[in-house]
């Protein structure tokens, strides 16, 4: 893919900024969870056909994807950006926060759509590239093994727009306003689950003695798993948590 030697200034991008923070907000107030995306993917296809971009919905359930084809180049790259919110109740008091109870776009997913549409605005402002851009707006990140991205990848998604390479990137609290990181390898922390079955011996209470009690042993082994984590594990590898979803750590076991 060519582009032009001149890259754009931020300053170029600014007019749009106000537009891009109305949708931001919008999304933020009106969150929906895993493969709920209903009106979060309209707004995106909305706005993606609005600007000239192929829409394709529904892939993955809740997914979007955008094409824009400019000029004759051969290759093609994929931008990508999640779209679920998480089950946790807002208590910000933002004036565009949280309209639904127990719902929160508590990662910034809100934030990744509203800047992958505002790519998209850009691109196909400008067109200064030859060659193929996909969007995919993804759903259910937050969704663990049953993730929007295994969904979206077992619809087709690469075989129906195929890219040469992919790109995303995520949002970073810590990090100075203006601000982009990168490195080789792993970056951010992510989740994985297990499932460990403890075989007990039931027997009455006056009798402890002839009986093997899981939760004792359950409780053992997350205590020796977290001492090996605390000790040896560099934080961006692994974790022992007990939660409903692998990308939170609990209040409550």
């Keep these: 893919m060519t582009t032009a030697t001149r890259f754009t200034e931020v300053e170029d991008l600014m007019p749009a900024a106000g537009g891009l923070r109305e949708i931001r907000h919008h999304i933020h107030h009106h969150p929906e969870l895993a493969y709920e995306e209903h009106d979060t993917a309209a707004l995106v296809a909305d706005k993606l056909a609005q600007w000239g971009w192929q829409v394709t919905r529904g892939v993955g ?20 950006a999640d779209m679920d919110a998480l089950p946790i109740v807002e208590a910000t008091g933002l004036p565009y926060a949280s309209g639904t109870h127990g719902k929160m776009h508590a990662c910034g997913h809100d934030g990744h759509t509203t800047m992958l549409l505002g790519a998209a605005q850009h691109l196909a402002k400008t067109r200064n590239f030859s060659g193929t851009v996909h969007l995919y707006f993804q759903p259910a990140e937050e969704h663990g093994v049953d993730s929007g991205a295994k969904k979206m990848i077992d619809d087709g998604l690469f075989e129906r727009f195929p890219c040469d390479a992919v790109f995303g990137m995520h949002n970073h609290p810590g990090a100075a306003p203006g ?11 992510a989740g994985d689950k297990a499932i460990v079955t403890i075989e007990g011996v039931g027997g009455h209470a006056a009798r402890p003695h002839l009986t093997v009690d899981p939760v004792v042993v359950a409780a053992s082994i997350v205590m020796a798993l977290q001492t090996i984590v605390a ?8 974790r022992w948590s007990r939660s409903a979803r692998c990308t939170r750590a609990p209040r409550t076991t």
């Design 61 to 80: 359930k809740t997914g979007v994807v955008g094409t824009l084809r400019v000029g004759d180049g051969a290759r093609s790259i994929g931008i990508r």
């Design 179 to 189: 601000v982009f990181l990168t490195r080789r390898g792993p970056f951010m922390s």
């Design 231 to 238: 000790r040896n594990v560099d934080p961006r590898s692994r």
